[in-house]
């Protein structure tokens, strides 16, 4: 029954979460629902709403001149659209049998219950800060929101020294690198895996290694974490790895992020196998009415393995929220699922990967050939073509697509896009070679890199079936 009993009466919707997921499916909701008809309430526990996240290492960096770029919509442009919406305010408790949750003034330790007859929970992830000496002590950033990204750079500005080691290879350990370069520091990176960009095969990764060392980056792969290690001051002065020590003015985490599903857990919502919410395809929370769920700590779909996946993605988010949105503003809307693509960047060299990789089909039980190759971005006689270098997974004997990785120089992350719509639409390689891809020479070359690796798997599934 609705909180205000009447059926028609006015009903409320709280969100918890104020960023991609938490807010657009609140100024979706609004969109299909006025205020006479549906209240918002939506608490955010730091400053901002509505932000990238991904843009921050730009702004550390200097390529994005100033924080308020990488906000989307602000606080007051919510409020003006009736969204009644808290900042530093942060929900501690779901009563899901009595519709209501509880909040606490971060600032003030206030705190207060509002009912709900419909929830979304769209709290995030939190950065992975493994539980070792030093992890806490000044000097020491994770980057997951615009507060860190603000106190980031408020220690740069204080710090004199020039020795940044970033903790983590995957995309915010290598994106923090580059800016840490850009802004005039020593970077040296730690990686417990064998190469950088875990999301890639190893002999992919080896290739970002190697173009991080070309910028000056000192890359130490295989090395364990031990220690933060702290001056008489107190600040982080080094990273301590089993067999050595790295000196530090400034250390930058980059090694990953959970889902921040906590409320959810106590509440007895249901979690997957990596600490997500789970789903239905209408992002509605698994054996709950009016619970809905979506961003980054939720699970999702692989189209390609079919099994659940924790991606933390702005993508994804944005597409949460438009379909929780839609389903709480008394319309429809599915997600279907995700293909796994994304895309990064270290100074010039692109990096992009969409599907499965190896250990990810032979988890899965797919039997597969795998071809790479080499080519270039433009044709080659054009001026500025660049090497790119194109890996490519196909299931043996049916030769469906399952994965593509591509590292290269400029024009090669968004290639991509082209398998990742290939994957979606379940074609296999041979059907990829006869897409009609725009052609010209400042382009591409005749036959476009993706598709001479899709020739190459055809030709390779034709021998083995």
Same mark, same amino acid.
């Given at each position: 029954?609705?909180?205000? =009993?009447?059926?028609?009466?006015?009903?409320?919707?709280?969100?918890?979460?104020?960023?991609?997921?938490?807010?657009?499916?609140?100024?979706?909701?609004?969109?299909?629902?006025?205020?006479?008809?549906?209240?918002?309430?939506?608490?955010?526990?730091?400053?901002?709403?509505?932000?990238?996240?991904? =843009?921050?290492?730009?702004?550390?960096?200097?390529?994005?001149? &100033?924080?308020?770029?990488?906000?989307?919509?602000?606080?007051?442009?919510?409020?003006?659209?009736?969204?009644?919406?808290?900042?530093?305010?942060?929900?501690?408790?779901?009563?899901?049998?009595?519709?209501?949750?509880?909040?606490?003034?971060?600032?003030?330790?206030?705190? %207060?219950?509002?009912?709900?007859?419909?929830?979304?929970?769209?709290?995030?992830?939190?950065?992975?800060?493994?539980?070792?000496?030093?992890?806490?002590?000044?000097?020491?950033?994770?980057?997951?929101?615009?507060?860190?990204?603000? !106190?980031?750079?408020?220690?740069?500005?204080?710090? %004199?020294?020039?020795?940044?080691?970033?903790?983590?290879?995957?995309?915010?350990?290598?994106?923090?690198?580059?800016?840490?370069?850009?802004?005039?520091?020593?970077?040296?990176?730690?990686?417990?895996?064998?190469?950088?960009?875990?999301?890639?095969?190893?002999?992919?990764?080896?290739?970002?290694?190697?173009?991080?060392?070309?910028?000056?980056?000192?890359?130490?792969?295989?090395?364990?974490?031990?220690?933060?290690?702290?001056?008489?001051? =107190?600040?982080?002065?080094?990273?301590?790895?089993?067999?050595?020590?790295?000196?530090?003015?400034?250390?930058?985490?980059?090694?990953?992020?959970?889902?921040?599903?906590?409320?959810?857990?106590?509440?007895?919502?249901?979690?997957?196998?990596?600490?997500?919410?789970?789903?239905?395809?209408?992002?509605?929370?698994? =054996?709950?009415?009016?619970?809905?769920?979506?961003?980054?700590?939720?699970?999702?779909?692989?189209?390609?393995?079919?099994?659940?996946?924790?991606?933390?993605?702005?993508?994804?988010?944005?597409?949460?929220?438009?379909?929780?949105?839609?389903?709480?503003?008394?319309?429809?809307?599915?997600?279907?699922?995700?293909?796994?693509?994304?895309? +990064?960047?270290?100074?010039?060299?692109?990096?992009?990967?969409?599907?499965?990789?190896?250990?990810? !089909?032979?988890?899965?039980?797919?039997?597969?050939?795998?071809?790479?190759? &080499?080519?270039?971005?433009?044709?080659?006689?054009?001026?500025?073509?660049?090497?790119?270098?194109?890996?490519?997974?196909?299931?043996?004997?049916?030769?469906?697509?399952?994965?593509?990785?591509?590292?290269?120089?400029?024009?090669?992350?968004?290639?991509?896009?082209?398998?990742?719509?290939?994957?979606?639409?379940?074609?296999?390689?041979?059907?990829?070679?006869?897409?009609?891809?725009?052609?010209?020479?400042?382009? +591409?070359?005749?036959?476009?890199?993706?598709?001479?690796?899709?020739?190459?798997?055809?030709?390779?599934?034709?021998?083995?079936?």
């Amino acid at each position: 029954m609705s909180m205000n =009993g009447a059926r028609g009466a006015r009903e409320r919707l709280v969100v918890i979460g104020g960023d991609a997921a938490g807010m657009s499916a609140a100024s979706q909701a609004r969109r299909l629902k006025g205020p006479d008809e549906l209240e918002i309430v939506a608490f955010e526990r730091g400053h901002f709403t509505s932000y990238s996240a991904c =843009g921050i290492p730009y702004w550390v960096s200097g390529d994005v001149p &100033e924080r308020d770029r990488l906000i989307a919509r602000t606080p007051e442009e919510h409020r003006a659209r009736d969204i009644d919406l808290r900042l530093r305010t942060e929900v501690t408790e779901l009563d899901l049998d009595r519709g209501r949750v509880r909040a606490r003034d971060v600032d003030s330790g206030a705190e %207060s219950w509002t009912s709900y007859d419909k929830l979304v929970i769209a709290t995030g992830a939190q950065p992975i800060r493994p539980d070792l000496p030093g992890m806490d002590a000044p000097g020491v950033h994770g980057v997951q929101t615009l507060d860190d990204g603000q !106190a980031l750079l408020d220690t740069l500005a204080r710090t %004199s020294g020039r020795r940044a080691v970033v903790v983590g290879a995957g995309y915010i350990g290598v994106e923090m690198a580059e800016a840490m370069i850009k802004r005039g520091y020593e970077v040296t990176v730690v990686n417990r895996g064998r190469e950088p960009m875990a999301t890639l095969d190893p002999d992919m990764g080896r290739l970002v290694h190697e173009a991080m060392e070309g910028l000056g980056i000192t890359m130490v792969n295989d090395a364990e974490v031990t220690a933060l290690l702290t001056g008489d001051d =107190g600040r982080v002065r080094a990273v301590a790895t089993e067999d050595a020590e790295h000196p530090a003015d400034v250390v930058v985490l980059g090694i990953g992020v959970r889902p921040e599903t906590a409320l959810a857990r106590a509440a007895g919502l249901p979690l997957g196998e990596h600490g997500g919410l789970l789903t239905d395809r209408s992002m509605r929370v698994r =054996g709950q009415e009016e619970v809905w769920a979506g961003g980054d700590c939720v699970e999702v779909l692989d189209l390609v393995s079919g099994q659940q996946r924790h991606i933390p993605l702005g993508t994804h988010a944005n597409k949460h929220g438009q379909v929780i949105g839609a389903n709480v503003g008394g319309g429809y809307a599915t997600f279907p699922g995700v293909v796994g693509t994304a895309v +990064s960047k270290v100074c010039d060299l692109e990096i992009a990967r969409t599907g499965l990789r190896e250990k990810d !089909a032979h988890r899965v039980g797919l039997r597969f050939e795998t071809v790479t190759v &080499e080519s270039t971005s433009r044709a080659g006689y054009y001026p500025d073509a660049s090497p790119m270098t194109v890996k490519m997974l196909a299931e043996v004997r049916t030769g469906r697509l399952l994965g593509v990785q591509i590292v290269g120089r400029e024009g090669a992350g968004k290639r991509v896009d082209i398998a990742a719509v290939a994957l979606t639409a379940g074609m296999t390689v041979d059907q990829m070679t006869a897409l009609d891809l725009g052609y010209a020479p400042p382009f +591409s070359p005749v036959w476009d890199p993706v598709l001479v690796a899709a020739r190459k798997a055809a030709g390779r599934i034709r021998g083995t079936g």
